[in-house]
């Protein structure tokens, strides 16, 4: 078998020189954008001396929003006040309404539409060199916009800014968020390392600011607050829509160290990279037409360096978890015009006992290994209630992934959340593979 494959591949060869050449010597060619190694689906190619790059895979990673039209099989990419046509198998390309002559049209290739990188990401404003030892074609891009703190950025100026441009906070010195907001209700541990400092104190404004340690600066938000925008327009209760507009393509991956870390495709969230700066999370609630319904920025360093999905496990970010679920738990019901419920500790050990024994006995149901239900083992603690309910979750990112899972549920866990109950208790086990319980009830 392998000397007829040699004489085919020398057939071929012989009778498609040029094209085979090309599309061997594509195999090589690696991209990076700001020294970061971007992998695609359909590899790179070169073409008649120029390297063409598939669109998805180049323009998430520039902050540009694309758009595709089928009936006149044109793409149209929006960076800021650029605008830029491609008309697939044509060389014209159009730059602002300026006409454009491109060496390779653009085309379509295994389903991906392929587009010339130099002339994209020169239009944009980056810039192109080409390692020919290496094969690699380096693009250096950096925001006009920048949608973090820096240096330049007042104590005054966030304090104006921060509500409509919640982003602003990160990067911003610990020094700044307490004369914002005050000091924190509760510092909570993260699976990054960092602190989440709690302000809970007002559920309305609930909010989690993640602060590094190290450099006392924030790397981390979280809230489900109408008090506070992303990029001013994303808020609680905006369109999906609107928000895929503003923060271009969602990704559905994060490459760290060559593997690629698999997020949520389901659409009840969306992952973006923006700009190189942080990763932000939207949540939708698919209960209300897929409106906003919360945010999670990670500072983009932190979220790189972060390997594996969970994190380290301890009995500190255990107890934290639950803490923060039993907030969220109550800020939704707030948001919801619901009674606040009331933290039991007996129904929180209940529930820390079921989620470790699902783990160590490797289960996942409401009914026990001894046949005994929510209400067995609430009865078997010496608890006494006229309803109950209970809510089971495993395999969820964190808290807030956990609970946000329940809120999309269709089968009664948001109905849990938001019942006429009086107390909640919540267990946390963290192995391998997290286990959440939450338990509620009515005396």
Request: net charge negative; charged share 25%; with cysteine.
């Amino acid at each position: 078998m392998k000397k007829i494959s040699s004489v085919l591949i020398v057939i071929i060869l012989l009778l498609y020189p040029l094209e085979v050449i090309d599309v061997f010597a594509s195999r090589d060619i690696k991209v990076t954008i700001n020294n970061e190694l971007i992998t695609f689906d359909v590899k790179p190619q070169i073409i008649k001396g120029r390297t063409v790059v598939p669109v998805r895979g180049i323009f998430e990673h520039l902050n540009a929003q694309v758009e595709w039209f089928e009936e006149t099989r044109t793409v149209l990419v929006l960076k800021d006040d650029i605008r830029i046509f491609l008309i697939i198998d044509s060389i014209n390309a159009y730059v602002n309404e300026e006409l454009i002559k491109l060496d390779v049209p653009a085309m379509i290739v295994d389903g991906r539409t392929l587009v010339p990188l130099r002339f994209i990401s020169e239009s944009l404003g980056a810039d192109v060199s080409w390692d020919e030892k290496n094969r690699v074609v380096g693009i250096s891009f950096i925001d006009t916009y920048e949608h973090i703190f820096n240096e330049s950025i007042s104590f005054d100026m966030l304090s104006e800014q921060y509500q409509s441009k919640i982003e602003k906070l990160i990067g911003a010195p610990l020094s700044y968020i307490i004369n914002i907001f005050g000091h924190p209700d509760r510092v909570d541990q993260s699976k990054y390392g960092f602190d989440w400092y709690i302000y809970n104190n007002d559920l309305s404004k609930y909010i989690m600011i993640g602060i590094d340690s190290d450099s006392d600066k924030v790397v981390g938000i979280y809230t489900n607050s109408k008090s506070y925008s992303l990029s001013e327009k994303i808020a609680v209760g905006a369109d999906k829509e609107l928000s895929m507009k503003i923060m271009g393509e969602p990704i559905l991956y994060i490459v760290k160290d060559n593997t690629r870390y698999m997020m949520d495709g389901s659409g009840k969230s969306n992952l973006f990279n923006v700009n190189g700066e942080f990763f932000a999370t939207i949540f939708y609630d698919i209960h209300e037409d897929s409106k906003v319904t919360s945010f999670l920025l990670i500072e983009y360093k932190t979220e790189k360096s972060f390997k594996g999905y969970y994190g380290e496990t301890s009995k500190e970010l255990e107890l934290s978890y639950e803490k923060q679920i039993f907030d969220l738990a109550n800020s939704i019901r707030l948001r919801h015009g619901k009674e606040l419920l009331i933290w039991d500790e007996v129904a929180s050990k209940v529930a820390k006992a079921h989620s470790e024994d699902m783990y160590v006995n490797d289960f996942f149901s409401h009914t026990n290994l001894k046949n005994e239900s929510p209400f067995d083992r609430m009865k078997n603690m010496g608890m006494s209630f006229r309803s109950a309910s209970e809510n089971i979750a495993s395999g969820q990112l964190c808290s807030i992934y956990a609970h946000e899972a329940w809120m999309n549920s269709l089968t009664g866990h948001r109905e849990n959340i938001l019942a006429d109950f009086t107390y909640i208790g919540v267990g946390v086990h963290l192995g391998s593979v997290p286990f959440y319980t939450q338990k509620f009830f009515k005396p």
